[in-house]
């Protein structure tokens, strides 16, 4: 059959297949690199903002802000620094307990899988602890928190989260009871 095909085509036709054979995977390594370099994130769109804000009032009495700034180191690894300020009023007793906590906190999540991550913090607290039922001294409270989570995307760049925590350095002056659990949210620009 190929001694019916005159030789100019033969020639065209091998030559064609060559390039087919040896230009597809150059093109194909070409148009990876592209999309890598134009979906490349800039540093803002690496950036997430949240944190936690309670509010709950009666005899236990506690007003707590805490913004947090997260960012996306790599896709699977994400990196955050807070502070938190809470105000505690107990009066459930005939003391009544005030007291202002200060405090920071830096983080860090690894996805496990694309919604479920692990979870360290490190995280210092200063406020006033008991130390008898009538008096008070200003104490710092260092916490080791590890654990994981899962993130639910709600919207482009908006998610919640939900972590089951453990305080690995449970002191008298630890503010936290074993299992911790947190609910947040979290949105991007």
Request: proline share 5%.
């Amino acid at each position: 059959m190929l001694r019916l095909i005159p030789a100019a085509l033969k020639t065209f036709l091998t030559a064609f297949l060559l390039f087919l054979v040896f230009a597809t995977p150059l093109f194909a390594q070409r148009d990876s690199t592209a999309r890598e370099d134009l979906y490349k994130p800039r540093f803002i769109d690496r950036l997430f903002f949240g944190g936690n804000f309670g509010l709950q009032f009666g005899t236990m009495t506690l007003v707590e802000v805490s913004p947090l700034v997260w960012c996306s180191i790599t896709p699977r690894l994400i990196s955050g620094v807070g502070v938190t300020y809470e105000y505690y009023k107990d009066s459930r007793y005939s003391y009544v307990y005030t007291t202002n906590i200060y405090g920071g906190r830096v983080l860090l999540n690894y996805f496990v899988f694309k919604n479920i991550f692990a979870h360290a913090e490190y995280e210092l607290l200063n406020y006033d602890a008991y130390i008898t039922p009538f008096t008070t001294e200003r104490v710092n409270v260092n916490s080791w928190l590890v654990g994981g989570g899962f993130r639910q995307m709600i919207g482009g760049r908006s998610f919640m989260t939900l972590s089951i925590l453990w305080n690995l350095n449970e002191t008298p002056y630890s503010p936290y009871t074993n299992p911790i659990i947190r609910v947040g949210i979290g949105f991007g620009f």
